[in-house]
C-alpha cells in the first residue's frame, strides 16, 4: 500500500558538501549544504537566492566545493544554523540562524590556497573540488526564492589514502561520505548524530536517536 502525502522536504539522501567562497571583502566564507548532484565533470548546486553563499557565487564565478566523511559531522552540525549574511532574514531569524563572519575559525577547519581559483579549500576534507561557474537559473518560477548553479570542476583534490594505487580512482570503500537524508545525518547507512537544522526545520526525528 502507499499513502499519498505533501512531502514537505526531498531530501532523500545526497553527501554534505562545505562551499567555500570569498566574500566581497575578500575574507572566506563556508557554508553546508546538501543540494548538489554531479554529472560529467559538472555539478549543480541548489542554493537560496538569500544566502551568502549564492550571493558570493553570482559575483565572483568560482568556489571550492569541500566533501567530508561521516565523522566529520560535528563540524558540518556547528555550522548549520550560521549564515555569512550580515542581515538575517525574518525567517532564518526565527529558525535560530545566526551571523558569524569567520565560518573557519567556527567550524575548526584551515583555510588552504587553492591551485586556480581565489576561494580556499578546507584542509581538513579528503576531497575539494576547485570549480568554476558555468550557469545560474532560477529555480521554478520566477521569485521562488531559489536557484541552481552549474559549475564546472576544474581541479580535484583528493587525500592520497582513498585514491586506488596505480589509478586516477577514488576507493568506494574507503570513501563513506557525510549524507543528509531528510535533514537528518547518516554515515555508512545508519544514524550519526542529530540535527540541528532537522531541529530548526521541526522535522520528526523518527528513527534517529536523540542523544
Same mark, same amino acid.
Given at each position: 500500500?502507499?499513502?499519498?502525502?505533501?512531502?514537505?522536504?526531498?531530501?532523500?539522501?545526497?553527501?554534505?558538501?562545505?562551499?567555500?567562497?570569498?566574500?566581497?571583502?575578500?575574507?572566506?566564507? &563556508?557554508?553546508?549544504?546538501?543540494?548538489?548532484?554531479?554529472?560529467?565533470?559538472?555539478?549543480?548546486?541548489?542554493?537560496?537566492? !538569500?544566502?551568502?553563499?549564492?550571493?558570493?557565487?553570482?559575483?565572483?564565478?568560482?568556489?571550492?566545493?569541500?566533501?567530508?566523511?561521516?565523522?566529520?559531522?560535528?563540524?558540518?552540525?556547528?555550522?548549520?544554523?550560521?549564515?555569512?549574511?550580515?542581515?538575517?532574514?525574518?525567517?532564518?531569524?526565527?529558525?535560530?540562524?545566526?551571523? /558569524?563572519?569567520?565560518?573557519?575559525? &567556527?567550524?575548526?577547519?584551515?583555510?588552504?590556497?587553492?591551485?586556480?581559483?581565489?576561494?580556499?579549500?578546507?584542509?581538513?576534507?579528503?576531497?575539494? &573540488?576547485?570549480?568554476?561557474? /558555468?550557469?545560474?537559473?532560477?529555480?521554478?518560477?520566477?521569485?521562488?526564492?531559489?536557484?541552481?548553479?552549474?559549475?564546472? /570542476?576544474?581541479?580535484?583534490?583528493?587525500?592520497?589514502?582513498?585514491?586506488?594505487?596505480?589509478?586516477?580512482?577514488?576507493?568506494? /570503500?574507503?570513501?563513506?561520505?557525510?549524507?543528509?537524508?531528510?535533514?537528518?545525518?547518516?554515515? $555508512?547507512? !545508519?544514524?550519526?548524530?542529530?540535527?540541528?537544522?532537522?531541529?530548526?526545520?521541526?522535522?520528526?526525528?523518527? $528513527?534517529?536517536?536523540?542523544?
Amino acid at each position: 500500500m502507499h499513502r499519498t502525502i505533501d512531502l514537505k522536504v526531498m531530501y532523500f539522501g545526497t553527501p554534505v558538501v562545505l562551499i567555500s567562497t570569498r566574500n566581497p571583502d575578500g575574507s572566506a566564507n &563556508l557554508a553546508p549544504m546538501s543540494s548538489a548532484w554531479w554529472l560529467n565533470g559538472h555539478c549543480a548546486l541548489g542554493l537560496g537566492d !538569500s544566502a551568502q553563499t549564492a550571493a558570493n557565487l553570482h559575483r565572483e564565478r568560482e568556489c571550492v566545493l569541500n566533501l567530508v566523511p561521516s565523522d566529520m559531522v560535528e563540524v558540518v552540525d556547528r555550522l548549520a544554523l550560521t549564515t555569512g549574511m550580515p542581515e538575517l532574514s525574518p525567517r532564518k531569524a526565527a529558525m535560530g540562524y545566526e551571523f /558569524v563572519r569567520d565560518k573557519f575559525g &567556527l567550524a575548526g577547519l584551515t583555510e588552504q590556497a587553492s591551485d586556480l581559483v581565489e576561494a580556499p579549500r578546507a584542509a581538513e576534507c579528503p576531497v575539494q &573540488l576547485e570549480c568554476a561557474l /558555468v550557469q545560474e537559473t532560477p529555480l521554478g518560477s520566477p521569485g521562488s526564492g531559489a536557484s541552481v548553479f552549474q559549475v564546472r /570542476v576544474l581541479r580535484s583534490h583528493v587525500a592520497e589514502e582513498l585514491v586506488i594505487p596505480g589509478t586516477q580512482h577514488v576507493d568506494p /570503500v574507503g570513501w563513506d561520505p557525510l549524507v543528509m537524508k531528510f535533514c537528518e545525518f547518516f554515515g $555508512g547507512g !545508519s544514524a550519526v548524530k542529530p540535527s540541528r537544522l532537522a531541529e530548526a526545520w521541526e522535522m520528526p526525528h523518527g $528513527g534517529v536517536l536523540a542523544h
